[in-house]
């Protein structure tokens, strides 16, 4: 059974809201991005959207993803924080049109930052699924050896970084350990539009062994677009 943990553990998705209302807040991504937190050392990267606790996005897959893979779904998240410690959760639906199987998950990703940027430290998931000829549930959890970097605290063009991560991936039924280093690069600016909006985006690309992949993130929300997926609406905490 793969479930969605895997999506996450390169530190894409972390799309969070930046103005108040419903899906507004201007062509540029600009809203709650307080001046002063840029010299709070504990603050996190304005591209990340950590900044928003108690902020909340509803995200889906996109239309090529649904057409290459045959899933379907949406989930929401949201964000607190524990001291130190950032707490974004996760919950979802998604059916496959070519399985006929059905999976509903709830995840959880802890981050923190400090003046380097924003790191991951665990990311746990519990999920059910069920089909015409089989039913389930599981759990899967994320150790990290040490924090592995998502982003670095400040990005722009031209921006490279390199997350190297090792620890154990462990299940109901396995544990298996890994190994892996994923370099970044902030290749291109320019405006994205998404269901949720149209914003001022960074692109970035990722390279991991045979693997590549893309987002765009906006100052003050997070990221937007993956590729796979695409924020539909999204609300400001306060």
């Given amino acids: 059974m793969r479930h969605r943990i895997g999506r996450h553990l390169l530190a894409l998705v972390l799309g969070l809201a930046a103005c108040d209302g419903l899906g507004d807040g201007g062509p540029n991504g600009e809203g709650d991005v307080d001046a002063d937190t840029d010299t709070d050392p504990e603050a996190c990267c304005v ?69 380097l940027g924003v790191w991951l430290l665990h990311a746990e998931t519990e999920y059910t699924y069920e089909s015409a000829t089989v039913e389930g549930e599981g759990w899967s959890q994320t150790l990290y050896d040490s924090p592995a970097l998502a982003m670095p605290r400040h990005i722009d063009v031209a921006t490279t970084w390199t997350q190297e991560a090792t620890g154990i991936i462990e299940s109901e039924t396995s544990e298996a350990e890994f190994t892996y280093i994923t370099d970044f690069a902030v290749v291109s600016g320019g405006s994205t539009t998404v269901p949720g909006g149209t914003f001022d985006t960074l692109k970035v690309e990722w390279v991991k062994e045979d693997e590549t992949g893309a987002y765009r993130a906006a100052p003050g929300v997070g990221t937007v677009w993956t590729g796979d997926a695409e924020i539909l609406a999204w609300t400001h905490a306060r």
Wanted: charged share 30%; with cysteine.
């Fill in 47 to 115: 591209h990340s959207g950590l900044r928003n606790v108690g902020g909340t996005w509803e995200w889906a897959f996109t239309r090529d993803h649904e057409e290459a893979t045959g899933e379907s779904g949406s989930w929401d998240s949201s964000l607190e924080r524990d001291g130190e410690t950032f707490l974004l959760s996760e919950d979802g639906h998604k059916f496959n049109d070519w399985t006929f199987m059905e999976t509903w998950w709830h995840t959880v990703y802890e981050y923190t930052c400090d003046p």
